[in-house]
Structure formats: structure tokens, C-alpha cells
């Protein structure tokens, strides 16, 4: 791997494990997907936040059935709040635009051309403070522009791509408020991509005569914000939270859109969670999206929502139902939507990291397979063949309570005789404990992990059928 001028390397190379969660390097902060070694299935690719002198980028690889393993993690300075996957120079190779920072911490944009090959790369310098950079085609002529904002300097702006992978000098629009989002989408339906800010919600539409300005009247202050056609009429809408004092309830905001880029407020939700980060995705393809949600890691209302992923159900009539979560992990702060196992249904990727403790902990990412009934599981959907994973031989449950206090009970069923190993682990791979080593009948089986000699924390519990492991799961111990 041709290492990269101020790259040190960090290889990490682990073998594929069949399990929802996969341990990456510190900080895990943005995600994308694209198949970047040609192989027909979809890879994951994340950036990281700048994290104890460490700030870099992971690569997944897939099997092609939903299985991954990290095959490289490598230093790219910057905090990658923002990560994207494309062919920025059109050569067939897929590139990576996200934040960058110098030796002096100039701020702006890194582009690693090539970089699954890794040939070169390229910066462009913005004012301090620019970031959440969105791609968006700016000038209509199908080169994909980058678009951004500065929260703390108040402004949003772009750069402009020739074609050929190079940019611009950077065009700047002063705001008279602080920024909290930047979303890109067609608002008036003419088919040019236009910008919409967060905090006042202001949008500037996309003529071929240049950007214009255009208030949304009425709008709430949103500090979230994306763009889709949520009612399935053929225009996008805008979704939006709202964020009052911390550790109150957020309210989910929907403005429907007229057709030609006038807003109305039609509906309004109280969210219970400090919900802070949405991704919009027709989960059961009906046409109708829903919102995956997760919550601040660092103003939340509960505990328990730092360990869960959110999804809000589409009614298809300008409503949607009460969330329903899922366990995802300490502390599951963004979600990306794909299908990861090829089988036609969308897969949830969470990020995690563990900001109660210093670095350099570890982050992890989660992710959570559609089954054919629409609901979300931990094994990958497509099929294993015996020689890897015999599927049908064994149920793991999630342990329960999770998180506990004290003891919670495994449960586990067997379709034959087996030897079983049910061991604990710590978030380091280090033994624990067995709670069973013995020869077992087939059916129902459980037993009660007592912690309470250990020290509170993330820990993992495998079993293994006649010497081979199945199946790794986790669970939080809260003291």
C-alpha cells in the first residue's frame, strides 16, 4: 500500500467474524458505501473524528453475503464529520472528499484520488470552520460540486469541480446566524439541485441564472434538516428536529411542498429522544420513506437511548407511528442506510464510539439486516453455506435485561446434541469467564451471567458449538 506524504499507516487485518459489530479505530464519525474493489458487492468505507493525535479512514471489505472484515485503517488529517464516496475525476476508480487539516490546522478539503490504489492526493483551503460538506451539482453541467458551512464563522459556500477532479477558488455567502445544517435537494422541482440552510431554514434555489435567495415564511428554527419526498408525490419536502433546552423533548418537523418550492408546516411529532442525526430511507420499498434517527452523545435525555437506533415508520398519509429501536451500542450516534447483503432489502449501519471513556477507546460499527418480515436482526439475511456457518443448528438470543446491574440470562437453543462454550469476554478480546463448557441435548437452554465483581462496561458473550465459534454478542453492564 503506497503510503501517503504526513500518512503513517495503521494496517489492521482481522479475520471475518460472523457478528453485527465490527471494532474500527477511535472516533468513528461519517460512513459511506460503494463497491471500491470491484467485486459486486457493497464495501464500507469511515471517516473519524481527530481523537488523541489520531485522525484517519477505515475500509471494510464484504464477502459479498454481509460479512466484512477491516482490511485497512490509515492516518488522513482532519475530523471526519463528513465522508464521500465518488468518481470525482472520471477515470472508474472511486474517490474520497472529507474534511482536512494542515500541520498549522488551515482548514478545507481533503480528496483521496484513487485511494483504494492510494495514487495521490489533494487539498483545497476554505475559511475557518467550514464543514458538512455535501456534494451537489451546483452549475448543472454533471460535475459534482462541494458544497459547506461554518457554524462558528456563519457562512455557507462552495467549491466547483471542472471535471477533471480540480476545483475552484471558493464562493462564500454571509449569514447573519450561525448555521447548523447544510442540505442539498431539488426544492422547486426543475430538476437543479438547491441548498437549504439549517437554523433559520433559508434555501437558495438553483436557477440557470445563478443561486437565489428564497424564505421558507413561517419555518421553525431547525437544527437538523434533510430533503426528501416523504408523502410520495413526486416532490421533496423538508424534514427537520428541533432542539429546545437539553434534556427536553425534540420535535420532528415535515413541510410539504406546494411543487414549485413553497413550504408549509403539516406536521409535528414530539420525539421523546434528544434526537439529533436522521437518515431518510424507504426501508420496506413502499415508496414511502422513513426516518432512522439516533441521539446526542453529549446532551441526552436517557441513558437508554445512547445505546439504540431509532426508526419512525411512514403511514403514507403525512404521518408516522411512535419509534420503535433497536440495541446498537455505547454511543450510537449516526446511521447509514444499504443493502449490505444483497438480497434487495435495506440494511442499517450505526456508528459507536465510547465517549465515557478516554481515548484511545475503541468505536465499533453496528449493523442490523432487514429480514423478510421488515424487521431487523443480527445475522446477515443472505445465505451461508455450511462449510462457514451452520445456521440452522443453533439461536442465539440477546441477553436480557441489557444493560443490567447485576445478572442477566443468555438464552440459547440447540437442533442436536452439541459440545457448547458460552465464554465472556472484555471490549480488549480478553477472557472473562465461562459460564458453560459441557456436552448438551438439543432445545432450550439458558444461563445467568452474575458481574458483579467486575467493573461496569461493555462486554461480549460467544458461543461455540463442538469447538468452533458461532455466534458473538454484547451486552452493557451498568453497575
Known amino acids: 500500500m503506497k503510503i501517503f506524504k504526513k500518512m503513517c499507516i495503521i494496517l489492521i487485518i482481522i479475520s471475518a467474524c460472523y457478528s453485527d459489530e465490527y471494532i474500527v479505530p477511535m472516533k468513528p464519525a461519517s460512513v459511506d458505501v460503494a463497491d471500491i474493489d470491484f467485486d459486486g458487492d457493497l464495501d464500507i468505507v469511515i471517516g ?3 481523537s488523541n493525535d489520531w485522525s484517519g479512514i477505515t475500509t471494510l471489505s464484504n464477502n459479498g453475503k454481509g460479512i466484512f472484515s477491516v482490511i485497512d485503517s490509515f492516518y488522513f488529517g482532519g475530523s471526519h464529520g463528513s465522508l464521500h ?13 472529507t474534511e482536512y487539516y494542515d500541520d498549522v490546522e488551515n482548514v ?11 495514487l495521490h492526493e489533494s487539498h483545497y483551503f476554505l475559511d475557518n470552520g467550514a464543514s458538512n460538506f455535501k456534494l451537489c451539482d451546483i452549475d448543472d453541467d454533471s460535475n459534482i460540486d462541494v458544497t459547506f458551512c461554518s457554524n462558528p464563522y456563519f457562512f455557507w459556500g462552495y467549491i466547483k469541480n471542472d471535471g477533471d477532479g480540480i476545483f475552484t477558488s471558493p464562493v462564500y455567502y454571509n449569514l447573519d446566524y450561525p448555521p447548523q445544517d447544510l ?6 422541482n426543475d430538476g437543479r439541485e438547491d441548498i437549504l440552510i439549517g437554523g433559520q431554514l433559508d434555501s437558495w434555489l438553483n436557477y440557470d441564472t445563478g443561486l437565489e ?9 431547525a437544527n437538523t434538516i434533510k430533503v426528501a419526498d416523504i408523502d410520495n408525490d413526486l416532490d421533496n419536502d423538508i424534514i427537520g428536529s428541533v432542539w429546545y433546552m437539553p434534556g427536553t423533548s425534540k420535535k420532528l418537523v415535515i413541510y410539504t411542498n406546494d411543487g414549485s418550492g413553497n413550504f408549509e408546516l403539516t406536521y409535528s411529532k414530539w420525539i421523546d429522544e434528544a434526537l439529533t442525526e436522521m437518515f431518510i430511507s424507504d426501508l420496506n420499498k413502499d415508496d414511502y420513506p422513513e426516518i432512522i434517527y439516533n441521539v446526542s452523545y453529549s446532551y441526552p435525555n436517557s441513558d437508554y437511548e445512547l445505546f439504540h437506533t431509532y426508526i419512525l415508520f411512514n403511514n403514507q398519509d403525512g404521518t408516522f407511528r411512535d419509534p420503535i429501536d433497536y440495541y446498537t451500542g455505547i454511543c450510537s450516534h449516526k446511521s447509514f442506510v444499504a443493502d449490505l447483503d444483497g438480497n434487495g432489502r435495506n440494511d442499517i449501519i450505526t456508528l459507536n464510539y465510547d465517549f465515557y471513556n478516554p481515548p484511545p477507546s475503541r468505536g465499533t460499527i453496528h449493523i442490523l439486516f432487514q429480514d423478510s418480515l421488515g424487521g431487523f436482526v443480527e445475522e446477515s439475511q443472505t445465505s451461508i453455506d455450511n462449510g462457514q456457518l451452520i445456521m440452522d443448528n443453533y439461536e442465539l438470543s440477546q441477553n ?10 443468555i438464552q440459547y437453543q440447540l437442533k442436536s446434541v452439541s459440545k457448547i462454550e458460552i465464554n465472556i469476554f472484555n471490549p480488549n478480546g ?16 439458558s444461563v445467568m451471567f452474575d458481574a458483579n465483581n467486575l467493573n461496569s462496561g461493555i462486554y461480549y458473550y460467544q458461543l461455540k458449538i463442538d469447538g468452533k465459534v458461532m455466534k458473538t454478542k454484547k451486552m452493557l453492564y451498568l453497575r
Open 183 to 188: 442540505e442539498i435537494g431539488d426544492l422547486n
Open 400 to 409: 436480557y435485561p441489557n444493560p443490567f446491574n447485576n445478572q442477566t440470562n
Open 48 to 50: 473519524h473524528h481527530y
Open 430 to 445: 480478553q477472557f472473562v469467564r465461562s459460564l458453560v463448557n459441557e456436552k448438551m441435548g438439543k432445545g432450550n437452554h
Open 108 to 118: 478545507g478539503i481533503g480528496i483521496l484520488f484513487d485511494f483504494y490504489n492510494n
Open 213 to 221: 435567495y428564497h424564505e421558507i415564511p413561517d419555518s421553525i428554527h
Open 85 to 97: 464516496l465518488l468518481d470525482l475525476d472520471k477515470d472508474n476508480n472511486y474517490d474520497i472528499i
